[in-house]
């Protein structure tokens, strides 16, 4: 796994908000950056997937740990 450059906490955050949050952080990172985002609404987990593939970001993986889901995102565009 690569280097996290990005990380941002939405737990606790209800759906739009931690897809809303990851736009914003993506734009400010240089193409090639990795985000890791955590979340503990499972709604994000089809609103991130939407997200990155009509955003153009890849999304590299995704993991869930005692209800927290982390997903990593390369900025790509």
Known sequence: MDKVDVSLDCRGLLCPMPALKARTAIKNMQVGQLLEMLTTDPGAKPDILA????????????????????????KTV
């Open 51 to 74: 997200w990155s593939t009509r955003a153009g970001h890849e999304l590299v993986r995704i993991e869930e740990t005692s209800g927290v889901l982390k997903f990593y995102i390369r």
